[in-house]
């Protein structure tokens, strides 16, 4: 089993920048492939960024490519979302995901853990 736990959200102004973090507990962290994912009320939750097990390669939704940056510290079970060039349509709860076998993935029916979310708001 593994818990995700996300901080570093809060509120911005647009333009500004902000980090998440998310801490995994887990001797088997480093094995794992990791998505970052957001959801606005009242609509579906929408895939952000992902990094597999090595932090080799990662994949960004085009919203965001070119502003965010995933990387992770598996010495440290924790992987970051550096958001930069934040805008007010970033505003959601962001979220963290751990899946265990296969590579990463932009399907979030594919990750088997979840964090709790932490909210980003940006404001104009």
């Known amino acids: 089993q593994v818990q995700l736990v996300e901080s570093g959200g809060g509120l911005v102004q647009a333009g500004g920048s902000l980090r998440l973090s998310c801490a995994a507990s887990g001797r088997t962290f480093s094995s794992y492939a990791m998505g970052w994912f957001r959801q606005v009320p009242g609509k579906e939750r929408e895939f952000v960024a992902h990094i597999n097990w090595d932090g080799g390669r990662t994949y960004y939704a085009d919203s965001v490519k070119g502003r965010f940056t995933i990387s992770r510290d598996n010495a440290k079970n924790t992987v970051y979302l550096q958001m930069d060039r934040l805008k007010p349509e970033d505003t959601a709860v962001y979220y963290c995901?751990?899946?265990?076998?296969?590579?990463?993935?932009?399907?979030?029916?594919?990750?088997?853990?979840w964090g709790q979310g932490t909210q980003v708001t940006v404001s104009s």
């Open positions: 995901a751990a899946r265990a076998l296969g590579s990463a993935s932009y399907y979030e029916h594919n990750y088997n853990y």
